[in-house]
């Protein structure tokens, strides 16, 4: 019997007792087979194995970045959001047509470890740029970054301020001035206007707009800036603890210490004068009931008035004891109505912190800006000779 399926075959020999014992092919003809089908399986495997590789790369082809191949041309602006992955910005890229594929400008930012430090902003990129190149300038933010950028110093009054700040931003002036008209609107609090010496309060953003170097987007408005100025006031304020010092220590309003602050910023010639300063304005303020008598205050209400500020020497006598004038301190008692100009931490400090003692008068003696302070009129007598001595225009 053979079993042709299986290709075995079984003897069925009689009385020989191997019945059923199986029966050996010729190797010849089995091997012979074996090797024509191995050949043929090769052949065919071979032929798919080459067509799998050929497929492979055309698929391949399929899943690459388009790229573009050069440093590209013409300028585009691109602002990156705060929170925005490399996927975000690549998707924005492609649609401005900066890089060529999303994909393209991923990958780029994969194999650059420092893409993790694009940081938000407004960019000047090129069109039709590698992708890796504008990884690259959206790093290097001194070549690409647009910025509107301005320094206030400390001590300008909100006039220069905004001059400043207009010039700078290429913005209207005019925007600037209608914004500045509600500081409320601007992110000062209400209490910030509270006096409770009972004196005139000037609800005005003088003394609110922080002095220090500011970098904004291209795009933002006047009341965004003056906005975020104020902002910083607060923050300033907030690390100080000025309010709570302030209230606490000189049992005054936060607002009065402001006043003070932007007086001694204003007279000062050296930042180590600005607490004594303060100390003087005290003194006379709620010590002895006297006139401050500061010629900074009478500049400040010429400048209000459209005139230009003088030295102290030139001013005249009805300039300086002007009747009219809310910011007159010759004959006047009391703080002004208000700052005189924006103070900055220093001078912040010195108001809230000033140094023990009975000074009443100063003035400065020489052309570095120091001041000499007397508790009598002789002792500042003597330190105006010793500035005329320096050459000080006082004699």
Same mark, same amino acid.
């Given at each position: 019997?053979?079993?042709?399926?299986?290709?075995?075959?079984?003897?069925?020999?009689?009385?020989?007792?191997?019945?059923?014992?199986?029966?050996?092919?010729?190797?010849? =003809?089995?091997?012979?087979?074996? =090797?024509?089908?191995?050949?043929?399986?090769?052949?065919?495997?071979?032929?798919?194995?080459?067509?799998?590789?050929?497929?492979?790369?055309?698929?391949?082809?399929?899943?690459?970045?388009?790229?573009?191949?050069? @440093?590209?041309?013409?300028?585009?602006?691109?602002?990156? &959001?705060?929170?925005?992955?490399?996927?975000?910005? @690549?998707?924005?890229?492609?649609?401005?047509?900066?890089?060529?594929?999303?994909?393209?400008?991923?990958?780029?930012? $994969?194999?650059?470890?420092?893409?993790?430090?694009?940081?938000?902003?407004?960019?000047?990129?090129?069109?039709?740029?590698?992708?890796?190149? =504008?990884?690259?300038?959206?790093?290097?933010?001194?070549?690409?970054?647009?910025?509107? $950028?301005?320094?206030?110093?400390?001590?300008?009054?909100?006039?220069?301020?905004?001059?400043?700040?207009?010039?700078?931003?290429?913005?209207?002036?005019?925007?600037?001035?209608?914004?500045?008209?509600?500081?409320? =609107?601007?992110?000062?609090?209400?209490?910030?206007?509270?006096?409770?010496?009972?004196?005139?309060?000037?609800?005005?953003?003088?003394?609110?707009?922080?002095?220090?170097?500011?970098? &904004?987007?291209?795009?933002?408005?006047?009341?965004?800036?003056?906005?975020?100025?104020?902002?910083?006031?607060?923050?300033?304020?907030?690390?100080?603890?000025?309010?709570?010092?302030?209230?606490?220590?000189?049992?005054?309003?936060?607002?009065?210490?402001?006043?003070?602050?932007?007086?001694?910023? !204003?007279?000062? @010639?050296?930042?180590?004068?600005?607490?004594?300063?303060?100390?003087?304005?005290?003194?006379?303020?709620?010590?002895?009931?006297?006139?401050?008598?500061?010629?900074?205050? !009478?500049?400040?209400?010429?400048?209000?008035?459209? $005139?230009?500020?003088?030295?102290?020497?030139?001013?005249?006598?009805?300039?300086?004891?002007? $009747?009219?004038?809310?910011?007159?301190?010759?004959?006047?008692?009391?703080?002004?109505?208000?700052?005189?100009?924006?103070?900055?931490?220093?001078?912040?400090? @010195?108001?809230?912190?000033?140094?023990?003692?009975?000074?009443?008068? &100063?003035?400065?003696?020489?052309?570095?800006?120091?001041?000499?302070?007397?508790?009598?009129?002789?002792?500042?007598?003597?330190?105006?000779?010793?500035?005329?001595?320096?050459?000080?225009?006082?004699?």
């Amino acid at each position: 019997m053979r079993n042709d399926d299986l290709g075995l075959s079984f003897d069925e020999g009689e009385g020989d007792g191997e019945r059923g014992r199986h029966r050996r092919r010729p190797r010849a =003809a089995g091997g012979g087979k074996t =090797a024509i089908a191995l050949i043929v399986v090769v052949a065919i495997l071979g032929c798919g194995v080459g067509g799998v590789w050929f497929g492979f790369n055309k698929l391949s082809g399929l899943f690459d970045a388009p790229d573009y191949n050069s @440093g590209g041309s013409g300028e585009v602006q691109v602002q990156i &959001f705060e929170g925005q992955s490399a996927t975000d910005i @690549g998707a924005k890229l492609e649609e401005l047509d900066v890089v060529k594929s999303q994909k393209a400008f991923v990958e780029a930012a $994969k194999d650059n470890p420092r893409s993790k430090e694009i940081q938000p902003g407004v960019y000047k990129l090129r069109k039709q740029m590698r992708a890796a190149d =504008a990884v690259l300038l959206l790093l290097d933010r001194d070549q690409s970054r647009q910025l509107l $950028k301005f320094t206030v110093p400390e001590g300008k009054t909100v006039i220069d301020t905004l001059a400043i700040v207009a010039k700078a931003t290429n913005l209207p002036l005019a925007e600037f001035q209608e914004a500045a008209k509600d500081p409320k =609107a601007l992110g000062v609090p209400d209490f910030w206007f509270n006096r409770p010496d009972k004196k005139e309060v000037k609800v005005s953003i003088e003394g609110f707009l922080y002095p220090q170097t500011y970098e &904004f987007n291209p795009g933002v408005t006047p009341k965004e800036i003056l906005t975020e100025m104020v902002t910083h006031f607060l923050d300033v304020a907030t690390k100080l603890k000025f309010v709570e010092r302030v209230q606490a220590e000189r049992k005054i309003s936060p607002f009065e210490a402001l006043i003070v602050a932007s007086l001694s910023q !204003a007279e000062a @010639g050296v930042p180590g004068d600005l607490g004594k300063v303060s100390r003087v304005a005290y003194n006379r303020v709620y010590k002895k009931n006297m006139p401050l008598e500061m010629d900074v205050t !009478a500049n400040y209400w010429l400048q209000l008035n459209g $005139k230009q500020p003088k030295e102290s020497g030139k001013l005249t006598a009805s300039e300086l004891d002007d $009747k009219s004038s809310p910011y007159n301190t010759k004959s006047r008692l009391g703080l002004p109505v208000g700052p005189i100009n924006n103070p900055g931490e220093a001078a912040l400090q @010195g108001a809230m912190d000033p140094p023990v003692g009975e000074w009443l008068f &100063f003035v400065a003696i020489d052309k570095a800006g120091n001041s000499a302070f007397a508790v009598t009129n002789e002792e500042h007598e003597r330190n105006i000779r010793q500035a005329c001595a320096n050459g000080i225009a006082l004699c």
